[in-house]
């Protein structure tokens, strides 16, 4: 049964317009924006339509749900928004118009800093999107997602939450959605809802196939945390630099949208498959850099407070460029027994990449895909960082999902290194931070089982994302000072300094911000007579 319609509860904070402005900019550094445009071309969102559901700001007014295209920080024509919204409580009709102002609705300040991060000029994530639809909230949730009718966009912003629900009612909300993402390919980004108003996240972000933000600035996290309420499940999905979820879920929103575009010009290769919402939210999970106090365990596998850590839009681009990449070997063995490394001899050469494939299981056998690496750096007792992301989605009209595990074996002793094995998530990821040199079979498995019975179904689409590096910086002399360098991928690294190894007292003070030639970072630094210890880390 259908939620009844319902007024849903908006979270935001107002800030001085100034003030916002300084923050996305801030924001564009942190989460990799700013790189990326240094070191590619025109990755902008060009050529994407997005949407943007939006409730009203004012509980006395509810017609307070629109952007306002020329507000301070949107900037945008007006010709590239189109409003609707149901002229019936019944939500049984739509009506829409490309005029603003117009008789649907009035302006919302809300809706325009939202859109402000999401793709306005100049600090949007997205700023060359192709069109952007502002749709009122409970058109949207009933016309729209519980009634099943079709929309033009791949990427849809909801910054607001339905606040604290009845199981039974977030589970039928979650329905909704994912069979509308099963249906449609539509990818909901979606505020996992702010810690002041609930300590658990709260519906349209726990459902399955979203992606569910939330916020996270200088070491403090403003949102509500997992797991959701049915049954345990890893929400939020990723965080971004914000103080609350209203503001960093369109930093997602415009990260996908900046993704999908690459996707379908072909930067990774198979245009199909890394434009597929799975592909995005897989690079997107695995791109995130981990904040310092980030945990996860075999069977919850990303952090309540963080979901796989801070968006990092030029990592996710980086290993969707990696290419794609199928896996060595697939093996079917009898259900429940174990699965050591296969003695295969090939391997994946991109240490950075991705995969979308399908895993077919039997009655009686499990499935593996292996993915073989060779980690091998020039320096002996170096060791590798390994991030692995895998997603698949909830089937239409299905209750329960596919069982699908990831694990990582050492090849040379057969041991296995790290597994994710949440019997109720359809993500697992997989965060090793030191991972000595070696040969490495990573595994994608799927349970055996009676299709409708005791599986959802025989085979199961899935996308994998992955990121094998070692960390690598150089020192030489410039004259009277000292340049440090490093890659520019992975990003996430910051300089610190101390001058006593003793104390540990590391600190970024006076030291100046790289500066980006040939993909390579670079700081100078001044040569004094005192001691000086530097070191790149990566929170």
Not at 179 to 202: E, I, K, M, P, R
Not at 263 to 281: E, H, M, Q
Request: charged content about 10%; proline content about 6%.
């Amino acid at each position: 049964m259908k939620p009844p319609p319902k007024r849903i509860a908006i979270l935001f904070f107002y800030a001085a317009a100034f003030l916002c402005a300084v923050a996305r900019a801030q924001s564009l550094d942190t989460i990799g924006v700013t790189l990326l445009r240094a070191v590619t071309t025109n990755l902008n969102g060009s050529g994407i339509p997005v949407g943007q559901a939006e409730a009203s700001q004012s509980i006395s007014d509810p017609t307070q749900w629109e952007i306002n295209p020329s507000a301070f920080g949107v900037g945008l024509p007006t010709n590239l928004f189109t409003y609707f919204v149901s002229p019936t409580p019944g939500y049984t009709s739509v009506n829409s118009t490309n005029i603003y102002p117009n008789s649907l609705g009035s302006e919302s300040g809300h809706a325009e800093l939202v859109a402000g991060f999401f793709y306005g000029v100049p600090n949007g994530v997205a700023t060359n999107v192709a069109h952007a639809d502002n749709y009122e909230a409970n058109t949207f949730i009933n016309y729209y997602v519980a009634g099943g009718h079709p929309i033009s966009e791949r990427i849809v912003n909801q910054s607001f939450s339905f606040g604290p629900l009845a199981t039974n009612d977030q589970e039928s909300v979650d329905s909704d959605y994912d069979n509308y993402s099963a249906q449609h390919g539509t990818l909901f980004v979606s505020a996992a809802n702010n810690a002041d108003n609930s300590a658990t996240v709260c519906a349209p972000g726990t459902s399955y196939d979203c992606i569910s933000v939330g916020a996270y600035l200088n070491s403090v996290n403003y949102s509500s945390t997992g797991p959701t309420p049915d049954n345990g499940r890893c929400k939020p999905d990723i965080t971004a630099p914000a103080d609350e979820t209203s503001t960093s879920t369109p930093q997602v929103a415009g990260a996908a949208a900046v993704l999908l575009q690459a996707g379908l010009r072909g930067d990774g290769g198979s245009t199909n498959s890394a434009a597929d919402i799975r592909t995005l939210k897989a690079l997107l999970l695995n791109g995130a850099v981990k904040p310092d106090d980030w945990t996860n365990s075999n069977s919850s596998p990303l952090d309540a407070r963080y979901g796989a850590g801070v968006l990092n839009i030029f990592n996710s681009y980086e290993q969707l460029t990696g290419g794609k990449h199928g896996f060595n070997y697939s093996t079917n063995i009898p259900a429940g027994t174990i699965h050591p490394p296969a003695a295969v001899t090939n391997s994946i050469a991109a240490l950075s990449g991705w995969d979308f494939n399908t895993n077919t299981s039997s009655t009686l056998n499990d499935a593996v895909s292996h993915y073989f690496f060779n980690l091998t750096n020039a320096t002996t007792n170096a060791f590798f960082t390994a991030t692995a992301t895998l997603v698949w989605n909830r089937h239409q009209n299905k209750t329960g999902i596919n069982n699908l595990d990831l694990f990582l074996y050492n090849c040379a002793s057969s041991n296995l290194v790290a597994c994710s094995t949440s019997l109720v998530d359809n993500v697992e990821h997989i965060f090793i931070p030191k991972l000595a040199q070696g040969r490495y079979d990573l595994q994608v498995w799927k349970a055996a089982g009676t299709p409708g019975v005791t599986v959802v179904s025989s085979s199961e689409i899935y996308a994998l994302a992955w990121e094998f590096f070692s960390p690598t910086a150089s020192v030489a002399k410039s004259g009277a000072n000292l340049s440090l360098s490093w890659p520019v991928y992975p990003a996430g690294f910051v300089v610190e300094a101390t001058t006593n190894l003793i104390s540990t007292a590391w600190s970024t003070n006076s030291i100046p911000s790289p500066v980006v030639t040939n993909n390579q970072n670079s700081i100078l630094l001044s040569a004094t007579n005192a001691n000086q210890f530097f070191r790149l880390r990566r929170p």
